[in-house]
């Protein structure tokens, strides 16, 4: 199984980016899915999740800015970043949960999933400038 991202790059703040997290080898309804970041010299941070069910949770950093979206019977999750703010600068990297727990998109945020029942992609670079 592997999770490819694609979609980052530099833009100036209030501009917008759209991330994409492909999954190859599985599918994503038997997946729980988040988005995580790490900014220079900060701990790693989930940002959002999607659960099987297609429920979604949002930090309240990015809570109203960021959307995770998925075309109709297509492959890629999107993460759609509007507004972005010069603190949103990073590494973005999706990741992804087989293991069905209890509200698991709050879960996965507070617990990024292990190499033994996870998958995580390569990261991609979001650089916002003021």
């Known amino acids: 199984v592997q999770l490819v991202e694609s979609g980052g790059g530099s833009v100036q703040s209030g501009g917008s980016l759209r991330l994409s997290c492909e999954v190859i080898?599985?599918?994503?309804?038997?997946?729980?899915m988040a988005w995580f970041r790490r900014a220079p010299g900060k701990e790693r941070e989930g940002i959002a999740s999607?659960?099987?069910?297609?429920?979604?949770l949002y930090a309240d950093s990015v809570k109203g800015r960021f959307t995770i979206s998925q075309d109709a019977d297509k492959n890629p999750r999107y993460l759609q970043m509007d507004n972005l703010k010069p603190e949103d600068t990073g590494t973005y990297y999706c990741?992804?949960?087989?293991?069905?727990?209890?509200?698991?998109?709050?879960?996965?945020?507070?617990?990024?999933?292990?190499?033994?029942?996870?998958?995580w992609g390569q990261g991609t670079q979001v650089t916002v400038s003021s």
């Open positions: 990741a992804a949960d087989v293991t069905p727990v209890p509200n698991e998109i709050n879960w996965i945020l507070l617990h990024p999933p292990r190499p033994d029942w996870g998958y």
């Open positions: 080898g599985y599918t994503w309804s038997r997946l729980c």
């Open positions: 999607i659960g099987r069910d297609g429920s979604t």
